[in-house]
């Protein structure tokens, strides 16, 4: 989440290199489930890892289950600036309590492998001029700032929990499904982000839901930020709201570590989550992308405004 108030200070201030994804600090979707509009930059390659407790209670099917699960997302800037292949996985273990009966589970809860595209950057080609005479004008209330940056995700969400361990309806999923998404971020001044995300998940399914997640992040200090975060599920079978709150530490410019905790407020299942996580991000290959800086023309765009001029002074005078 450190990685949201990095893109603002990075949008606003920077006006030489293009408006492209990659950032000085890592920028990590963790350690809340949201996903930004921005991706991680061309030739990028990033790992964002968590390992949580979990506990769940049912009053109505009176089970509950404790124990951990891992997740990875593995992020890569392909072909263009905007583009991101994202794979995500999940594992989890725990011990399933139900009617006295107690039985150890394990297995892929989540697989997906998906593609995001920035449609849209706010602040692309665009520089704000400071007012070196006006304190009041520097620091004004600025419109531009509920513009969001719009980005689209699709994804197929692939099934591997063949025994139907995880799942909350009476059948087994389809193998494989298709995810959408479309994904907004707003900077508010250089400390606040805002990220909302509408999912349409598991596409022509019986357990095809509508979901969302709304995730305010705030940069404390250089290396500190925090966040709170609310998701929401609605499926014929499953429908929920968690909330979610947490810290990131930037460790490095290229690492960070998190952790969160999360809870829901029903009982059909209760939901109780605690984990730390982990990114690593790798630049080796990166080529910065370079522009010119904005109201600024290469040595042929002057010569042909100077001719073009030219030639506008001699039609005059004839």
């Not at 014929?236 to 952790?259: C, E, H, P, T, V």
Request: proline share 3%; hydrophobic share 35%; charged share 20%.
């Amino acid at each position: 989440m450190v990685s949201k108030r990095i893109l603002a200070l990075t949008s606003l201030f920077c006006t030489f290199i293009a408006q492209a994804q990659f950032t000085d600090e890592v920028n990590s979707n963790r350690p809340g489930k949201s996903m930004m509009a921005f991706s991680v930059g061309k030739t990028i390659f990033q790992a964002e890892s968590g390992v949580n407790y979990v506990a769940e209670k049912h009053n109505l099917l009176n089970y509950d289950a404790k124990g951990y699960n891992g997740e990875l997302t593995l992020r890569y800037g392909f072909l263009k600036e905007e583009l991101e292949i994202i794979g995500e996985i999940q594992y989890q273990k725990d011990n399933y309590s139900s009617y006295g009966v107690e039985t150890s589970r394990s297995g892929i809860r989540n697989a997906i492998i998906g593609a995001k595209y920035l449609f849209y950057d706010p602040f692309k080609n665009y520089e704000e001029k400071p007012n070196l005479y006006s304190w009041k004008a520097n620091h004004r209330f600025k419109w531009r700032q509920f513009i969001p940056a719009l980005a689209g995700y699709a994804g197929i969400s692939f099934n591997m929990d063949k025994k139907n361990y995880f799942g909350y309806g009476p059948a087994l999923e389809s193998s494989a499904s298709p995810r959408a998404m479309v994904i907004a971020q707003n900077h508010f001044g250089t400390r606040w982000v805002l990220v909302t995300n509408i999912a349409y998940n598991k596409i022509s399914t019986d357990y095809a839901s509508i979901d969302y997640v709304v995730t305010l992040t705030r940069g404390i200090n250089q290396n500190w930020s925090a966040f709170i975060e609310n998701q929401g599920y609605n499926g014929k079978y499953y429908s929920d709201g968690i909330f979610r709150f947490g810290a990131a530490y930037l460790f490095n410019k290229d690492m960070q570590i998190d952790a969160s905790l999360a809870s829901n407020a029903k009982s059909t299942p209760s939901i109780l989550y605690g984990g730390i996580g982990f990114t690593w991000r790798f630049v080796k290959n990166y080529q910065e992308v370079k522009m010119a800086k904005p109201g600024t023309q290469s040595k042929m765009d002057k010569k042909m405004d100077k001719k073009a001029e030219k030639n506008k002074r001699k039609d005059s005078v004839e």
